[in-house]
Structure formats: C-alpha cells, structure tokens
C-alpha cells in the first residue's frame, strides 16, 4: 500500500479481555516496529522485525504482550489479559531495511481497557 | 542508560514568530538523530542528522546537529498555525534497532 495502515483505529475493551492489533507496513519494507505511546511521552519501543523474525523484543512489557509477523509482511500485536495500564496509542511503522532511521508510522491503534 | 531530552516540553508564540527547538542526547555509539512532527497520531519523518555542523533544510524548516556539545536544534521561521504539532527528536544508535526518543515538544502557533 501507499502508506503504513494500521487497524483498527480506535479499541475499547474490558480488562481481562484478548486484543489483537494489526499493521500492515509500506510494501517492500523488511523492517518492521512496533511503539507504543502515552499521553505527553515520546513512543516506546515494543518490538523489531526483520522479515519474519522479531530481530529484538526487549521492549515487550511482559508476556502478555506477543507479536507475529509470519509472511514477512503484515503484523498483529496481540495482547492477552489486557489491564487498564495497557491503555495508550499502539504505533506501527515500517522502513526500507534496519537501521533506516526514516520511519514510516501509521496512524496508530488507541486502544482503551475500561 | 541512553536518553534524549528535549526542551521546552511546550511552547505558546504568534504567528510569524520565530521558534528554536531542542533536543540534548546521551547515548553511546551514536549514529543519527531525527526529528518527527506529530500532528494526530502517526509522527512524519522531518530531518535525518549525522554529521556535525551542516544544515539541513526545508522551506521554513531547518535543523542542525552539534556532536560534540550533544545536542541539535529545529528552527522554524515565520511559523503558521498548520505547524501546531508535537515536535519528536529521537537518536539511532549502531547497537540497537531501537530508536530512543524524547517527549517532545508541544508547539501551538496561536493566530
């Protein structure tokens, strides 16, 4: 596609439910990261594909938060037992290769856990 | 522990002024520093600095990178309200895929 799209673009859950969010990145880009930002902070690293494989996901909170990437193109974040604090805008972006400091964001999933 | 600070967390001026934002670093291993405007959600790529000293331009947009005293400053002239927007520095470090980003900078540009 034109641009990084990201779905859906605004999750509201009740805590202890599962949440899956998707990315689909800027075709031909191999890599692919996952942020999540608060209100009044810069995002946070959650996790980095190459291709298929998540080359570092040392940002992952805990192991409630998992993601795939299993074609090398399209992710899904997923999220189990959500709590409130998970609360926050999940940010997909995507760029041509590694250490390509020009990110591609998409629009970013809110997701709110009542 | 790698971090960039960037000041003021916030800034109020007219349309027409002048704004110079900033951005402070401690990393290792440095290899790049970016700016971002976020406007809604998704941050937009403004600049790319690596080497100390050179500017980098764009319309009312110019950026420069100050190795050795760590920092690097986003000046935007004759600013408009379309340029309300959270300004993102972030640094790239050879290590790590990571990106290590400020807070940013909320600007509003009042009419």
């Known amino acids: 596609g034109a641009g990084v799209s990201q779905t859906p673009s605004n999750k509201v859950t009740e805590k202890g439910k599962y949440v899956e969010l998707r990315c689909d990145p800027i075709?031909?880009?191999?890599?692919l990261y996952w942020y999540r930002q608060s209100l009044g902070q810069g995002p946070e690293f959650l996790i980095y594909?190459?291709?298929?494989?998540?080359?570092?996901d040392s940002g992952l909170p805990n192991d409630r938060f998992f993601a795939v990437r299993p074609e090398g193109s399209v992710s899904t974040l997923k999220i189990q037992r959500t709590e409130r604090g998970d609360s926050a805008v999940y940010l997909c972006?995507?760029?041509?290769?590694?250490?390509?400091?020009?990110?591609?964001f998409g629009e970013g999933s809110r997701l709110t856990v009542l | 522990e790698d971090k960039v600070v960037q000041s003021p967390l916030s800034l109020v001026v007219h349309e027409g002024d002048t704004v110079t934002l900033n951005c402070s670093y401690e990393?290792?291993?440095?290899?790049?520093l970016l700016w971002y405007k976020q406007e809604k959600k998704a941050p937009t790529f403004l600049f790319m600095l690596?080497?100390s000293g050179i500017e980098k331009k764009s319309g009312r947009l110019s950026s420069i990178l100050d190795k050795k005293e760590l920092f690097s400053i986003l000046n935007i002239t004759a600013t408009q309200t379309g340029d309300s927007a959270i300004y993102l520095c972030?640094?790239?470090?050879?290590?790590?895929?990571?990106?290590?980003w400020g807070a940013g900078t909320k600007l509003i540009i009042k009419p």
């Open positions: 972030a640094v790239e470090v050879d290590s790590n895929y990571q990106l290590i």
């Open positions: 990393v290792t291993n440095f290899r790049s």
């Open positions: 690596t080497s």
């Open positions: 075709s031909g880009h191999t890599a």
């Open positions: 594909f190459q291709g298929t494989g998540a080359a570092d």
């Open positions: 972006a995507s760029s041509r290769g590694p250490l390509d400091g020009e990110l591609f």
